[in-house]
């Protein structure tokens, strides 16, 4: 059997009406490509894992990992990459905010740097809501001048990269949390000196489902821990 190339992580909960669609699509997209898609399920009680089970019970090509003791988005994402057998690591949302479309490009330009960061903020890049646009990058701004990243889209958690570059981070400081693991994630990474590219990605809508967090916990999370990390920085502990 020839060795893994890519691995697709999809971390998900309550995603039943998206994770086929996504899966079906990333096979599609990735079809010239030796891959794996990693679910990352933490028992979502609206039956996604089982649904996956019935669907590519004799697929080697689709790994599921049911979580039973621990949830979160950060954590759950780490899992997958440390259970990942693909030399590309790809991580991504399964509701379709991050489009499949763009995976074989953004592990094209993988294996010439360390690590390619889909932006919504840069040249070609986009959102379908003016308001949340701009809100959010009004946001990532604010985020760029307190804690000094050089990324334009800091939240976007849609990434691709080497796993042994990957490993070379500090992954107990990295993924915790929600989406912030990922500006945690941009600035070990700048700190370390990755190369980094950066993609335009365009968001749709979530297909089906509802978010997991309110955009206002969200805001106070990510808030708290900007200014966190922004101290941890000021007083060398970071
Ligand atoms: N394994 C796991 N996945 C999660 C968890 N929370 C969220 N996810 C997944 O992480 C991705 C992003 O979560 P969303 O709820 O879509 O967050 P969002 O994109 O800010 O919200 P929307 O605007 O509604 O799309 C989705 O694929 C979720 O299914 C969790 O606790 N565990
Ligand atoms: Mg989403």
Not at 14 to 34: H, K, P, W
Not at 86 to 91: N, S
Not at 154 to 159: A, H, Q
Request: proline fraction near 4%; charged fraction near 25%; aromatic fraction near 10%.
């Amino acid at each position: 059997m020839e060795p893994i190339d890519i691995s697709v992580i999809l971390p998900c909960y309550n995603e039943r009406d998206n994770i086929l669609l996504i899966i079906a699509r990333l096979l599609q997209v990735l079809a010239g490509s030796v891959c794996e898609l990693i679910v990352v399920d933490d028992d979502s009680p609206d039956g996604t894992a089982e649904l996956v089970r019935a669907e590519f019970a004799n697929d080697p090509r689709i790994r599921l990992i049911v979580r039973t003791r621990e949830r979160g988005l950060a954590n759950s994402i780490r899992d997958g990459i440390e259970a990942a057998s693909g030399q590309i690591i790809v991580v991504m949302d399964t509701d379709f905010n991050h489009n499949p479309d763009d995976v074989p490009l953004m592990c094209h330009i993988a294996r010439r740097v360390d690590m390619v960061v889909g932006s919504r903020f840069i040249f070609g890049g986009g959102m379908p809501h003016k308001g949340r646009y701009y809100a959010s990058y009004l946001y990532n701004l604010a985020m760029r001048l307190l804690l000094g990243t050089r990324m334009d889209d800091n939240l976007s958690g849609f990434f691709a990269a080497p796993k042994a570059v990957l490993l070379r981070l500090e992954l107990d400081k990295i993924f915790f949390g929600h989406g912030d693991y990922f500006f945690r994630l941009l600035l070990k990474s700048q700190e370390h000196g990755f190369h980094h590219v950066q993609v335009p990605v365009v968001y749709s809508d979530r297909h089906a489902g509802a978010a997991k967090m309110g955009i206002l916990k969200i805001f106070a999370v990510y808030t708290r821990e900007v200014f966190r990390v922004f101290w941890m920085k000021v007083i060398g502990t970071w």
